[in-house]
């Protein structure tokens, strides 16, 4: 069972250059999700994506753009790297509705220097 | 708006001894609430759940209440095992919502 996949796993970028995120699942979920993860902050959620072909805003967007063109798969883009942006990403998907768990990816960890 | 507060960690302890980790919300509504557990190097995953007032989540030895009158749903485990070290997230779900609202973290370390 694969569940949710994200690449890559590591990654070091300097300041201004661009990469994406990508997440795989396999479980037929509706919705989709990118969080970030810094000390002491918690989980705050970037993007999100409640089927196929959409995407919206959550809390701390600014910086990221994401995609969502086929189902199993949600991209999280960042066209010029800040050291701001050093953190764990992480990808979760679900049904929906507040009652549906949510299931992650183990992470990606990113430096931006 | 939704929000929830964990107490601060770290927390050490030793095994065998037992562990509560305070989870506060503010909702509006009657939202879902849940308790995250993230070992190292690894992603969240569900530990235990519960939609509605009284209701007890349990899995793995720990449990947590559903309290609607303190708005609470405190984590517990009578005696924890070097192999609970990691990470305790709370979470709340509202009830028309699918955006979880997340505890900044609680960090346990076991030692044996």
């Known amino acids: 069972n694969a569940g949710v996949t994200q690449t890559p796993k590591f990654r070091v970028l300097k300041t201004g250059q661009s990469m994406t995120l990508l997440c795989a699942q396999d479980?037929?979920?509706?919705?989709m999700y990118w969080y970030r993860q810094d000390p002491g902050m918690g989980l705050r959620l970037i993007h999100y994506?409640?089927?196929?072909?959409?995407?919206a805003k959550g809390e701390v967007p600014d910086g990221y753009n994401v995609s969502r063109l086929k189902k199993q798969n949600f991209l999280l883009g960042l066209e010029s790297a800040a050291p701001s942006q050093t953190s764990v990403y992480f990808c979760?998907?679900?049904?929906?509705?507040?009652?549906?768990?949510?299931?992650f990816g183990n992470g990606t960890r990113l430096t931006v220097t | 708006g939704n929000s929830v507060t964990q107490m601060e960690g770290p927390v050490t302890l030793s095994e065998e001894a037992f562990l509560t980790i305070n989870c506060t919300y503010t909702?509006?509504?009657?939202?879902?609430l849940f308790w995250y557990v993230q070992y190292p190097g690894e992603g969240l995953q569900l530990l235990l759940k519960?939609?509605?007032?009284?209701d007890k989540g349990s899995n793995k030895g720990f449990e947590a209440t559903y309290r609607k009158e303190t708005t609470s749903f405190h984590l517990e485990k009578g005696s924890v095992q070097v192999s609970d070290s990691a990470v305790y997230f709370c979470?709340?779900?509202?009830?028309?919502?699918?955006?979880?609202?997340f505890g900044a973290g609680t960090t346990v370390t076991v030692r044996a």
């Open positions: 979760a998907s679900s049904y929906g509705t507040g009652f549906s768990p949510l299931h």
């Open positions: 479980m037929n979920h509706e919705y």
């Open positions: 994506s409640v089927g196929e072909g959409t995407t």
């Open positions: 909702a509006t509504g009657y939202p879902s």
């Open positions: 519960a939609t509605k007032a009284d």
């Open positions: 979470a709340l779900g509202p009830p028309n919502d699918y955006k979880l609202s």
